[in-house]
């Protein structure tokens, strides 16, 4: 019996091992978010934004849209996929009134990936959205034009041109477009608006997209 035990355990620990090397991208910051979620009570039918680190780092989201009822819910990093992936754990528990999506620019560096494939993801992560919120209402915040990522620009610009297209033919949604609103009036980049990094903002460049997005965001 005692050697039955032995393996059970040595099996379990095999199991243990191998999810902790194979887990899923951002599988411990999901289980932070909802760790943090049973001990402080998220707001109900908030207006919930989501996405990458352009969400996850605008720290003062919540208290810039108080009176939206906002949640922040991005994950640093993130590509489009992976917030389809975590749709079950970031966006269905809320039941959010509202749904703010920005993701796609860290599509945009990999070699194999096109305008093409960042609309096909984002389809996917509509599509799965609408599966069970079929009518809540979403606004979709462009690529924005990061300095750091210049090389990617006519990417991004023909990503934002193909998503605005399949947005445009959908039922309450909204495609944002700040991409121009970050460029100079001769079509150049801002580096000003952005952290030293140069792919993260600062306040000034949140505050562009705080003008930008509120006019859509819907109150209670």
Do not use: C
């Amino acid at each position: 019996m005692k050697k039955y035990f032995v393996i059970i355990i040595f099996l379990q620990a095999i199991f243990v091992s191998s999810f902790a090397q194979s887990k899923p991208n951002y599988w411990d910051d999901v289980q932070t978010i909802k760790r943090y979620d049973q001990m402080f009570k998220p707001p109900v039918n908030p207006v919930l934004f989501i996405g990458s680190s352009s969400i996850r780092k605008w720290d003062d989201l919540t208290q810039v849209f108080a009176k939206y009822n906002a949640l922040n819910r991005g994950i640093g990093g993130a590509v489009t996929n992976d917030i389809t992936f975590y749709l079950n754990d970031l966006v269905f528990p809320y039941q959010p009134r509202q749904i703010v999506i920005y993701v796609g620019e860290n599509d945009l560096p990999d070699e194999k990936t096109n305008a093409d494939s960042v609309l096909n993801r984002t389809v996917r992560l509509f599509k799965g959205i609408r599966a069970k919120l079929p009518n809540v209402p979403i606004a979709y915040i462009s690529i924005k034009p990061s300095p750091s990522r210049a090389k990617f620009q006519d990417k991004a610009v023909a990503s934002n041109l193909l998503i605005k297209e399949f947005l445009a033919g959908e039922q309450n949604t909204v495609f944002i477009n700040i991409f121009p609103l970050m460029l100079t009036k001769d079509g150049n980049l801002r580096p000003e608006l952005f952290v030293g990094d140069q792919l993260h903002m600062n306040a000034e460049g949140y505050a562009i997209w705080k003008k930008a997005v509120e006019p859509y965001l819907i109150k209670k």
